[in-house]
């Protein structure tokens, strides 16, 4: 319920969603379906990334090649 407050409080209107998330179980689940559904039509959302929180610790490589596939690079 905190993500659809936070989501009808602003004005996403032609902006860009990256989802990422650190989860304990259940990954995005239906996240994005979710938010997808709150937002209006000129919102862009990027492909999201999940990581599970046994796996944060090596999860560098992972997030960078995510990153990486959505045109940003580390600096």
């Given at each position: ?38 937002l ?25 090649e995510?990153?990486?596939s959505?045109?940003?690079?580390e600096?």
């Amino acid at each position: 319920m905190a993500i659809h407050s936070f989501l009808e409080e602003y004005d996403f209107s032609g902006k860009t969603i990256v989802p990422f998330v650190t989860h304990g179980t259940g990954g995005l689940a239906g996240t994005i379906e979710d938010v997808t559904a709150a937002l209006p039509d000129s919102v862009t959302i990027l492909e999201p990334i999940g990581v599970y929180r046994p796996e944060v610790d090596e999860a560098r490589p992972d997030v960078n090649e995510w990153l990486d596939s959505l045109g940003f690079t580390e600096t």
